[in-house]
C-alpha cells in the first residue's frame, strides 16, 4: 500500500558529498515524522537525522553541521544533504517514515530498501 524508494548512495573519498533522496508513495493520507537511518556493518541501526511535517529537524551529535535533512510535502519527498563525508559514515542508509493511510486512524513506520553510502579515506 505505501513504498518508500530512496536514491543517491554510492562511494566517495573522505571530505566529499552525497545527497540521499526518499519519495513515498501509495495510499497516503498523511505523512508525520520522516527521516533516515544508517546501520554499519556489526552495528546496531541508529538514527541519524529527523524532520517533522512542521520542518524541524533533530541530528545526531555526530552528523551536526555535516548533514542537512529537509523534506518537500507536495512530493511526500525527503532528502538528507551529507557533506564534509567521514569514512566511519560508511553504512547502509534507510529512509523512515511514520504514514497514516487513506481511510485509517493509526500512522505506522514504514522503511526503504536501504542505500550504501561507503566513504574511502
Known amino acids: 500500500q505505501v513504498q518508500l524508494v530512496e536514491s543517491g548512495g554510492g562511494l566517495v573519498q573522505a571530505g566529499g558529498s552525497l545527497r540521499l533522496s526518499c519519495s513515498a508513495s501509495?495510499?497516503?493520507?498523511?505523512?508525520?515524522?520522516m527521516g533516515w537511518y544508517r546501520q554499519a556493518p556489526g552495528e546496531q541501526r541508529e538514527l541519524v537525522a529527523r524532520?517533522?511535517?512542521?520542518?524541524?529537524?533533530n541530528y545526531v551529535d555526530s552528523v551536526k553541521g555535516r548533514f542537512t535533512i529537509s523534506r518537500d510535502n507536495a512530493k511526500n519527498t525527503v532528502y538528507l544533504q551529507m557533506n564534509s563525508l567521514k569514512p566511519e559514515d560508511t553504512a547502509v542508509y534507510y529512509c523512515?517514515?511514520?504514514?497514516?493511510?487513506?481511510?485509517?486512524?493509526?500512522?505506522?513506520?514504514?522503511w526503504g530498501q536501504g542505500t550504501q553510502v561507503t566513504v574511502s579515506s
Open positions: 524532520v517533522t511535517s512542521g520542518g524541524i529537524a
Open positions: 501509495g495510499s497516503i493520507g498523511t505523512i508525520n515524522v
Open positions: 523512515n517514515a511514520q504514514i497514516r493511510i487513506r481511510l485509517t486512524m493509526t500512522f505506522n513506520d514504514y
